[in-house]
């Protein structure tokens, strides 16, 4: 007889300690939607097991798509309000509505999707809600406690009831918990997000407000006198909320969105940022032949536009402007001007900067090019060019080309020389070249002059004046040998 428990309990023992072996748990009661627990008041909390629990072939997979297991509970709800629902330390939550095989997840509650521990989401009186209590993996059962309970609305979930607020402040809500007025007054920039809470400000001193957050949130902003909206704050714009607050004036700030993003934010009421506003040159290296385009900049770090403002440019003139719109300017002489840009964004913050724009007329000019009109295979001839000079002094540089069969001009030799600033005078540039046969053979060379300014600070203001183009007459060499000398 004890041999017998003996080997019994031994062999139980082994059968417990081989690896990979478990014993399979009974699915619970609940395992199926038919079977599901029945919650019958509120608020309501209990100890529910997914260990041994299964998944049916028509378990919805709107929430946790890939879950392994399920276990059932429904409520069906007696008054309209809101629900929160929670499983501490325990599996996902799907919520859905409708029949065995048509069940369709209310918006939003899902605590996978979601990301909360605990969903909230409305309810409606004589509708029944159905609890999917979801584990990833089957084999992953374990007891957790599971929590229903009602919650009120937002106190600030209409318009009417909006939350005072001073400033600066900081504002929390949850989204889950607010509703759509029949006559919501949804956002330009988010009209899908319909579930909103309201906040009332009326400073003491015109101020330019910025209202940042925290959250998926859409924000706007009204008069709470004619509801006029001033700005507004989509899902993309980081940035928040941006206006100017009329000392004894009422603005109303709506946090808003939709069912299926709805959550927890953070909003916060602080002075809005000054901007600094400056105009783009271009060329931003000018010289008096240039039309100077200046295009506006707000200089804004919530990244709001100038709608309106003037540039001084430094030289008497001045110009209005509206809104990003480039307005050119051309100076009459070099010098360095102070400009001077003025703007005024939409939400009503002006700014003045100044900025210093040199304009250098940096300008040589080809003359006197000088070539044999006609030459002979073999005969080196001179070609000389003049550069003159009028503003700065200048290292030029001087580049000799040749046309090719293929049409391009390729570089046979190149002078850099100082050349000085004067009124008259001009610095010549000498080259020698020796004629070809090929030269003779095509009847002429084409001879291309190219100045350069050689500097990287500057480019040449009137590039056009800085090339000529000459031919030369090529014949064969002549048949008594020539005077090699150069002529």
Known sequence: MKRTFIATMAAALATALLPGVALAADPPANDDFGSATT??????????????????????????????????????????????????????????????????????????????????FPVKAGTTYHFALIESYAWNGREFTFDLTTIPAAANDNRASATVTG???????????????????????GPDADQSVWYRYTPDRTR?????????????????????????????????????ATAGESYLIRAAQNAEQAGQFE??????????????ASPEQPSVFDDVQFTPYSGDSLGRELVSGEIQFGDGATTPFTG?????????????????????????????TEQVLEVATHDVKL???????????????????????TRYDENVRVSLKRKTTSGYYEEIGYLTQRVAASPTGKVEF??????????????????????????????????????????????????????????
């Open 267 to 280: 909003l916060n009421l602080v002075n809005a940022p000054a901007i600094k506003p400056s105009a783009y």
């Open 367 to 389: 003359t006197g090019l000088s070539l044999p009109a006609t030459a002979r295979a073999g005969d080196t001839k001179r070609i000389k060019v003049s550069v003159t000079n």
């Open 39 to 120: 919650i019958t008041a509120l608020p309501f909390s209990a100890k529910i097991s997914t260990a041994g629990a299964t998944r049916s072939t028509d378990d919805p997979t709107a929430c946790h798509y890939w879950g392994e297991s399920t276990v059932w509970t429904r409520y069906t709800a007696q008054e309209d309000g809101f629900l929160r629902v929670s499983s501490s330390g325990g599996p996902a939550i799907g919520v859905y509505t409708g029949d065995r095989g048509a069940l369709a997840l209310v918006p939003g509650a899902c605590t996978y999707n979601s990301g909360f521990p605990a969903d909230v």
């Open 430 to 487: 000498p080259f020698a070249y020796t004629y070809t046969a090929a030269d003779a053979a095509a009847g002429q060379v084409e001879f291309k002059l190219v100045a350069e300014l050689d500097r990287w600070e500057y480019d040449d203001a009137q590039p056009a004046d800085n090339e000529l183009v000459a031919v030369t007459a090529v014949r064969a060499a002549a048949k008594t040998p020539a005077n090699a000398a150069i002529s």
């Open 167 to 189: 400033f600066p402040a900081t504002l929390e809500g949850d989204l889950r918990r607010a509703t759509s007025e029949p006559d919501e007054l949804t956002a330009s920039c």
């Open 324 to 352: 990003t719109q480039a307005v050119g300017h051309r100076y009459a002489k070099d010098g360095k001007y102070t400009v001077r840009v003025t703007g005024t964004t939409k939400d009503g913050r002006t700014g003045t």
């Open 208 to 244: 330019s407000v910025h209202v940042s957050r925290s959250g998926s949130t859409v924000l706007s902003v009204r008069h709470a006198a004619d509801l006029s909206e001033l700005d507004c704050a989509g899902n993309s714009d980081y940035h928040g909320l941006v206006f100017t």
